[in-house]
């Protein structure tokens, strides 16, 4: 039977869980679904341009909750989307299956880079004064996230790689960090600074918040975890303030985690998964040929890991990989440019999919 409340399509490219628990799915061709896991309905946003109706929606490729509530869109061909959600909205779920006469929505456009309209925003960062960071495929901006009127280009800094925010418990300023070139570029209140890096073998640098008290900056020869106060203080990064050298033949860091018992988790690209131990300065090694987009570990402590498309549950005692209970549609593959599996308050995993039937 026809069920109004479902899931538009089997395409879904990204997921947010909002301040409230709430889940947002993305999809690559029918907009965006707000689910309430109470009643397992979803709730539709159409994401098309009604300047351009026969264009279809947009391609979603990152969500974004800004501290207010609203829901920031990145979307294919250099547009962001900012959804203004009714106060109603913001705490509880939509009267009707369709919900996008209940929102506003403000769009913007970046600039174009010739004739190449693929550029997608795909990291923003909110500051409690208005202003919100933003990084696109070849560009950073700035943004009045409370009143936008347009984006604003920062041409000396490019395009960041990475980009995270950190506000310390202690301090109330918040911190940012950037990853241009060979350097990270970092921001305190009004103040900017360059902190360069070593050499990097294919200019692949990791940058992520662990925690409010820990940024973590891996390239294929060294481990820096530091505190936001510590990160902005340097000057440069080196093998003498490096928490680790990264053992031989890393390639590529796709992903870090830090598990329940302090251990640190590096996928790798190609040459699997590191486990790095803080208390005997040793890396041990897993899966030694697979490539890792993605580690997750769940409220047990169990963790899981993706290899090219499918999500499998570690077993660390025997170095293997077993399949893992949601995945038993041998007919669907995950979406290639998926990065999240969550787990919901009700112990319920959650990964996108593109379905074929």
């Not at 053992?247 to 992903?255: G, I, R, T, Y």
Request: with cysteine; hydrophobic share 35%.
């Amino acid at each position: 039977a026809y069920n109004k409340y479902r899931l538009s399509s089997n395409a879904c490219s990204t997921l947010l869980v909002d301040h409230r628990g709430r889940l947002w799915v993305g999809t690559l061709t029918n907009g965006l679904h707000l689910y309430d896991d109470r009643t397992q309905r979803f709730y539709y946003i159409d994401m098309s341009d009604p300047a351009s109706p026969d264009a279809g929606n947009f391609e979603i490729v990152s969500l974004h909750e800004d501290p207010e509530g609203n829901i920031w869109v990145g979307t294919s061909q250099n547009k962001l989307v900012k959804i203004t959600l009714s106060d109603s909205l913001k705490t509880g779920f939509p009267a009707q299956a369709n919900a996008t006469g209940q929102v506003r929505f403000s769009r913007f456009s970046f600039p174009l880079f010739g004739a190449d309209n693929r550029d997608s925003p795909t990291h923003i960062v909110f500051h409690t004064d208005g202003q919100a960071m933003v990084s696109a495929a070849r560009g950073f901006f700035t943004i009045n996230w409370q009143h936008p009127k347009g984006v604003t280009q920062i041409p000396q800094f490019g395009s960041m790689a990475s980009l995270v925010q950190v506000t310390p418990k202690k301090n109330r300023s918040d911190y940012w960090f950037g990853f241009i070139a060979n350097s990270l570029i970092g921001w305190q209140k009004t103040e900017r600074k360059i902190i360069r890096l070593p050499p990097i073998k294919n200019y692949n640098v990791y940058l992520v918040a662990m925690d409010d008290h820990t940024i973590a900056v891996a390239t294929p020869d060294f481990l820096w975890l530091m505190s936001p106060e510590q990160l902005y203080a340097q000057d440069s990064l080196s093998a003498r303030n490096a928490f680790a050298v990264m053992p031989p033949n890393v390639f590529a860091v796709s992903k870090l985690l830090i598990d329940k018992t302090g251990n640190i988790w590096v996928g790798t690209g190609g040459y699997g998964l590191r486990r790095f131990s803080p208390r005997i300065k040793q890396f041990k090694t897993y899966l030694p040929s697979a490539s890792l987009t993605y580690l997750f570990q769940d409220r047990q402590g169990q963790l899981y890991v993706r290899d090219q498309f499918d999500y499998r549950q570690l077993v660390q005692s025997g170095n293997r990989r077993i399949k893992i209970p949601f995945r038993d549609n041998t007919s669907s593959i995950l979406y290639e440019q998926s990065k999240y599996l969550m787990q919901d308050r009700q112990g319920f995993f959650w990964a996108s999919v593109n379905s074929t039937q």
